[in-house]
């Protein structure tokens, strides 16, 4: 089955090492998920923590509680697998002083966004019991898509280094490789330094309107040309087939439904009985708790479906920079390449595939990928 540089040794380790940190993740969510009841079930009603202030400013402030006891319950798992468990087998090469800090400084983003987003949701809740639903949807429209355009350049910068392309020969392909597909990327072709924490290799095409930009890490550019430019093809079909914004839509709907199911659990009394939970009056900040913990259930109802629609436009993706790079060559070894590097299990098993990817399998991208350069 194994051909080229995927070695039956490769696959061994990819499979024990990507096993092992599904089930740290896992793990890490069932402790979050626990706390958040925990929280949920056993902390003061009435405004708690702060019941003599406002709605807002007791919103926030109980996003704050449950967003730090998260993370403190899963810190250990995420150093286990982000810091000691990637050295063992040497993708990373982060210092323990520079991983701590990436933590602190996400943590730091959370709740200065999630704050003021957590105080506002209260807000409304407790201002339109009976539509804040929509409401609140909307708001969380407009900060996901704020989020999403100012992401590329005001927040991914916070962990990383980048600046434009510069290798003259790759700027040449990807300029042909534009002019020949007709795609416009406004933002232009950037490069991180990922190298500096990582051994692993990555490409993607982000953020939307002028933010809208491909980034491929330093390490990926260590490949040769017409690998890199294989690529490139592949996050210019994202762009050619507006897959952003195709999933900035369906990620809005979703959200939307979810609030919508979520106003409706939360109005039926019924629910509450079943649970063993008190009811949540209008305001009372213990909602943001029930709304994280049921839009999580429901995300995660969801994802098989929509995952299974994202391995169809990447295997789009694939076909598209195959056709538009004349072979599919620079492709198969492009993707060989990433596999080795990232210590990625070329054949996962199914049901991993169907619960947690948003890629096809690497092996059968190879394939593909051989079968158009045949
Ligand atoms: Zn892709």
Redesign the pocket.
């Known amino acids: 089955m194994a051909e080229g540089p995927i070695t039956p040794e490769h696959c061994a380790r990819a499979r024990g090492y990507q096993m092992k940190r599904l089930g740290l993740g896992l793990a890490g969510t069932a402790l979050e998920t626990g706390a958040a009841l925990a929280l949920l079930a056993l902390a003061p009603r009435g405004g708690w923590p702060l019941p003599a202030a406002p709605v807002f400013l007791a919103g926030a402030a109980y996003f704050a509680l449950l967003a730090l006891l998260r993370q403190a319950v899963s810190l250990p798992l995420d150093y286990w697998e982000g810091y000691r468990l990637a050295h063992q087998v040497g993708l990373s090469n982060e210092t323990r002083a520079g991983w701590l800090l990436d933590q602190a400084k996400g943590a730091l983003l959370l709740l200065l966004i999630g704050c003021p987003a957590a105080g506002a949701l209260a807000a409304v809740m407790a201002r339109w019991p009976g539509d804040w639903w929509w409401i609140a949807s909307a708001l969380g429209i407009l900060l996901g898509g704020g989020l999403a355009l100012i992401g590329p350049v005001l927040l991914a910068p916070l962990f990383f280094r980048f600046k434009p392309l510069a290798d003259p020969g790759l700027r040449e392909r990807l300029e042909g490789l534009l002019a020949r597909t007709g795609a416009r990327v406004r933002g232009g072709v950037w490069e991180m330094d990922l190298s500096r924490k990582s051994r692993a290799a990555n490409?993607?095409?982000v953020g939307w309107g002028p933010s809208r930009r491909v980034v491929l890490s330093d390490t990926l550019l260590a490949c040769a040309p017409e690998e890199v430019e294989a690529v490139l093809a592949?996050?210019i079909?994202?762009e050619v087939g507006r897959?952003i914004p195709q999933l900035l839509l369906a990620r809005a709907a979703a959200f939307a439904a979810g609030m919508y199911l979520i106003q409706e659990a939360l109005d039926h009394p019924a629910w509450w009985a079943w649970t063993g939970l008190a009811p949540l009056p209008p305001g009372e900040p213990a909602a943001i708790a029930a709304v994280w913990l049921l839009l999580g259930m429901w995300g995660a109802a969801l994802a098989p479906g929509v995952l299974a629609y994202a391995r169809r436009?990447?295997h789009w993706?694939?076909a598209f920079a195959v056709r538009h790079t004349g072979s599919g060559r620079g492709m198969a070894s492009a993707l060989e390449k990433l596999c080795v590097k990232n210590l990625a299990d070329p054949y996962p098993p199914r049901w991993v595939v169907a619960l947690f990817h948003a890629?096809p399998p690497l092996g059968e991208r190879i394939r593909r990928a051989r079968e158009g350069a045949a």
Do not use: F, P, Y
């Open positions: 490409a993607a095409l592949h996050e079909a994202h897959h436009l990447e993706c694939d890629h």
